[in-house]
């Protein structure tokens, strides 16, 4: 039985969550707790040495091709190379955007506990966190909450995906062609937090048309109930 790592708000693990449910595999989940800091333990950093959710074989882009290439019914990705280069570019696209996400999603459970802890025990946690960028991260929900400005500046830039998502979605209504791809399942995360609370207004039928209802498409997929996103904000 495959074991999936996970977190349940994480966008990463949503995605490898949606991808297993969508090829109806069984797996066995066993939850990283993120507040806890588990991801940093030592027994985690030997399986994930990048110290982020989920793992062994990390890269939730990764995972779900290995999982398509592994179990090719359904098939997730499109036939076509080409189309199977546009699909990789936009996992690459959409994992970049990932700190714009944090900047919100960050700033409710893990900086509720990360505010309060010392400066020993922040200082003690920040040295089993393998990269500098995410040890910025954590210091800044810890102690510095991104201000007004910063928001609106990662909002702008997750809203301009919805803008890119719009384009793409003219000729077929999924990313990049006729079918479902892994493409729009690692948009599905970003997607469902700026409906939720980042940006709410942008993903009306005005707004972005084709996003709304690609998403609303998405949602009543069988997988998507199962794969269990949300909401957000419960405690
Ligand atoms: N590109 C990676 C991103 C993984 C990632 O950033 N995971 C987040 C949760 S979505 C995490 O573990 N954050 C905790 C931390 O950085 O301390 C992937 O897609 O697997």
Request: net charge neutral; charged share 30%.
């Amino acid at each position: 039985m495959m074991i999936l790592h996970h977190g349940w708000r994480s966008s990463a693990s949503r995605r490898v969550r949606l991808c297993l449910e969508e090829k109806g595999l069984a797996y066995e989940g066993h939850v990283v707790d993120m507040t806890a800091m588990e991801h940093h333990s030592p027994e985690y950093l030997k399986i994930n040495p990048l110290g982020v959710i989920p793992r062994p074989l990390h890269e939730s882009g990764t995972i779900c091709e290995y999982l398509d290439e592994t179990f090719p019914d359904p098939p997730l990705r499109p036939d076509a190379p080409y189309q199977r280069a546009l699909m990789r570019n936009w996992i690459r696209h959409i994992d970049a955007l990932i700190g714009n996400l944090i900047i919100f999603n960050w700033r409710h459970h893990l900086a509720k506990t990360a505010s309060q802890w010392t400066d020993e025990e922040l200082a003690e946690k920040l040295k089993n966190i393998p990269s500098k960028e995410r040890q910025e991260a954590w210091i800044r929900a810890a102690r510095k909450p991104y201000t007004e400005e910063e928001r609106d500046a990662a909002r702008g830039k997750l809203v301009v995906l919805l803008d890119k998502m719009e384009e793409a979605l003219k000729p077929a209504g999924w990313l990049v062609s006729k079918t479902y791809s892994i493409a729009d399942i690692a948009a599905a995360p970003f997607v469902k937090r700026i409906d939720e609370e980042i940006a709410p207004d942008e993903m009306t039928a005005k707004k972005h048309p084709r996003v709304h209802d690609w998403w609303t498409k998405l949602q009543a997929r069988p997988a998507y109930q199962r794969a269990n996103f949300g909401p957000f904000l419960t405690s």
